[in-house]
Each structure stands twice: as structure tokens, then as C-alpha cells.
């Protein structure tokens, strides 16, 4: 069913605020996401159009503080299906996107407005997925733009095998892998999100405007940028941020040395999650940044729809049934054994701060967090995670 502002809880003038907020400046900056948590949209809106905020704030606004018009932009939406989701709203994806407001407290960036970027004010969605639903169980696969047939055949596989466990898959809508993955779902019946580096209102590339509108109809094509705003390349590192922010974890399948794909990989482990790069070939150009991943990021090798399950899915997935038991610390391998002992007897933990502890990667972290859980030997509460009541001093851990 398609969802649209009827289903939506927010005033009209709150939401037109909010599509004027995230055009105003180049990206959402830590001075206008204070200015709106201070004074609300509505009147943060108001003092920029009216020059009454902070110098930084006033540089960073200047140019189009009296060219955007909010409602303008919602009737462009509305023109092509689309519309504005926003805080407060029941489809407003918070867990997503609540952590790409982690740097809030930095306060540097560059001169003329770029400053740094933050969770989006809004997101113009097309299509009919529903926004929380669809994202609850996501993975984002991403890759060159110039795959190998290994690649496109990789993508395709991984794609709908996840898309048949009931994952969305979300990508950049480009061509190569991104769209080997969206086709390979569509084919599927299943769910998958493109997201845009501009407005929602204007396929890009032009050359996979038919995919996108059958991803539109299915799923949705996603943006943080308005209506009628045309794509740059620091759009699209934006783009990439936002996807590794829709994916419970990030799948890239083939990237040369430099490439987009890997910036999204890099934005997903500073969100703390999980990373996934499939290997090729050791001769081909096309997947030296995956294995760069490997050896320097700490990123996991997945070959299977399995892996990739395990790697985005909740906590206690794993790739493999258990096929014997061991109850003590001696029967653990050495990377479990070290994230139980990382693991604090009271309190809680982030994974981060016990991958820290463990001197174990991110991603690696999790998977073991994820098996200590279902095993009963540790415990995820409001303060993190932690040992379970018995200690750990008698365990039952699966082990393969």
C-alpha cells in the first residue's frame, strides 16, 4: 500500500518547515540540526528566512535562504508520487538514521556553508514500501559500476537469496553492480530501496529510468536531496552515506582501488556496521578494494546468501546450525573466548567499545555477540551488552 501524507501524524506547516530546513543549506549541518532541536522547525525556519541565527548558520544558508519555498517543493513530490517523511512521522526510520548524528560535535567543515553532514531533515520517498517495515530487515549491496560477469552473477545470487529471507536490499541505483542487484530482486518479487544522489523527480542515470520507475512501484526510490536538485559528485558521497545508514550491513561485491563503493563501506563501519566484500579473482582489477577491505578494514569475506544472513541479520542468525555443544571456557575459540572476557559482569558495553576491548573487528564482534546471545551466555540490555547471570563460569556455546 502506498504510503502518503494521510497516513502521516505531522502538522502541514511542520512538514513544509522541514522540506524548506533541508534545502536551505548544501547538507544538514551541526548548527541548523541545534537550531531546530532548540526552537522547533517551524520557527527555525522563520529566523533563517529571516537572517536571525548565527553567523556560521547565516553563511551556510545564504544563497538560497530566500529561493526555496517549502510547499513548492511537497507539490513537485506529490507530482511524481513522492513524498516528505520527517521526524515524527509513524515511517520516520530513526534507528537507521540516528546514527549519522554521532559527529554533531564536531564543529568543523569547510568555509562557504560545508559544513559537516548529519542524519538528513527529511527524506522525499517514492514508491510504496513502507519506510520502518522496509528497512527493519536491509542490506546494502553496492560495487563498481563496471562489473566482470563474475560480478553481475555474484550480485544476482547474493541479491535474491537475501531478498528470499525476507531482506530488503538496498542500492545506489547506478549501473553495474547496483543495478545487477536491484534487477536480480525485482526479478525475485521482492523488496529493494534505490537511493539517489538527486531529487526523486529525476531518474539518474537517465539510462536506468525504467528500473528505477519498477523499483519505485515495488519498492521506492529514495533521496535526501529536494525535488529538482541535479546530481554532484559530493552529492553522491552523501548518497553513499545515506545508504550505508538504510543497510543493516554493507555487501560490496567488486571495486577497484578508488571507488564509490568504497566510501560506502567506510561510512557503514563508522556507523558500526557490519562489513561484508566478496572475493575475486586475485588478478582482477575490479576486486582489489574488496580485498584492500579484507586486509585493512577488517571487512568479512561472504561467498553465500548464508554469510551475508548472518552478517545483517538479527542478533543470533548465523550462517551455520550448531553441531556440538561444549559447557566451559575451554571448548571456545580464541576470538569468542576474548569478546565473552571483553563482556563486563554488570553494566553494558557498545560492541564497539567490546571489539575495542577484544582487539577483534567490528563486524567479527557482532557475529560473536550475536552466538553468545543465543547461547544464553551474554545479555543485551538498555546499557549494552554484558555477561549473563551465571558469569560465564558454565556455558553453552554452539560451536561449528
Known amino acids: ?31 541548523l540540526w541545534d537550531l531546530v532541536d532548540r526552537v522547533g522547525p517551524v520557527e527555525a525556519g522563520d529566523r533563517i528566512r529571516s537572517g536571525r541565527v548565527s553567523a556560521r548558520l547565516a553563511e551556510q544558508s545564504e544563497s538560497r535562504r530566500d529561493r526555496v519555498d517549502g510547499a513548492a517543493l511537497m507539490e513537485a513530490a506529490g507530482e511524481v508520487g513522492a513524498h516528505l517523511v520527517v521526524p515524527g ?48 530487515r536491509s542490506v546494502a549491496v553496492v560495487g563498481t559500476r563496471a562489473p566482470t560477469s563474475y560480478g553481475r552473477a555474484v550480485t544476482a545470487d547474493l541479491a535474491s537469496g537475501v531478498c528470499a529471507g525476507g531482506f530488503t536490499v538496498v542500492s545506489g541505483g547506478a549501473f553495474g553492480i547496483d543495478a545487477a542487484a536491484h534487477r536480480a530482486v525485482l526479478g525475485a518479487g521482492g523488496s529493494t530501496i534505490a537511493v539517489l544522489a538527486g531529487g526523486v523527480d529525476r531518474f539518474y542515470p537517465r539510462g536506468n529510468d525504467g528500473m528505477l520507475q519498477a523499483v519505485a512501484e515495488s519498492g521506492a526510490v529514495v533521496s535526501a536531496q529536494a525535488p529538482g536538485t541535479g546530481v554532484t559528485r559530493y552529492r553522491f558521497l552523501d548518497r553513499n552515506r545515506l545508504i550505508a545508514a538504510l543497510g543493516r550491513a554493507t555487501v560490496v561485491v567488486e571495486a577497484a582501488a578508488r571507488s564509490g563503493a568504497l ?15 566478496v572475493p575475486g579473482p586475485v588478478t582482477s582489477v575490479a576486486s582489489v578494494g574488496c580485498h584492500l577491505l579484507a586486509r585493512d578494514r577488517g571487512a568479512v569475506l ?30 571456545l575459540d580464541d576470538v569468542t573466548r576474548r569478546v565473552l572476557e571483553a563482556l563486563p559482569i554488570t553494566g553494558g558495553s557498545a560492541p564497539a567499545e567490546v571489539a575495542a576491548s577484544a582487539g577483534t573487528a567490528p563486524s567479527v564482534t557482532r557475529a560473536v555477540l550475536g552466538r553468545l546471545l543465543s547461547a544464553g551466555a551474554a545479555v543485551r540490555g538498555p546499557e549494552g551488552w554484558r555477561r549473563s547471570g551465571d558469569g560465564g563460569v558454565q556455558l553453552t556455546i554452539p560451536v561449528a
Open 1 to 31: 500500500m502506498m504510503v502518503g501524507e494521510g497516513d502521516m501524524v505531522v502538522a502541514p506547516e511542520v512538514r513544509r518547515a522541514y522540506a524548506y530546513l533541508g534545502a536551505v543549506t548544501e547538507r544538514p549541518t551541526a548548527e
Open 302 to 331: 561472504v561467498t553465500r546468501t548464508a554469510d551475508v544472513v548472518e552478517l545483517a541479520g538479527d542478533m543470533g542468525e548465523t550462517a551455520d546450525p550448531p553441531h556440538g555443544r561444549s559447557s566451559t571456557w575451554d571448548g
Open 89 to 136: 512521522d509513524p515511517g520516520w526510520p530513526a534507528q537507521a538514521l540516528e546514527p549519522l548524528d554521532r559527529p554533531r560535535w564536531l564543529r568543523t567543515g569547510g568555509r562557504g556553508g560545508v559544513a559537516t553532514a548529519l542524519r538528513p531533515l527529511g527524506l522525499w520517498w517514492r514508491g510504496a514500501a513502507d519506510p520502518v517495515r522496509t528497512l527493519g
Open 263 to 277: 566510501s560506502t563501506a567506510a561510512w557503514a563501519a563508522a556507523l558500526d556496521r557490519p562489513v561484508g566484500v
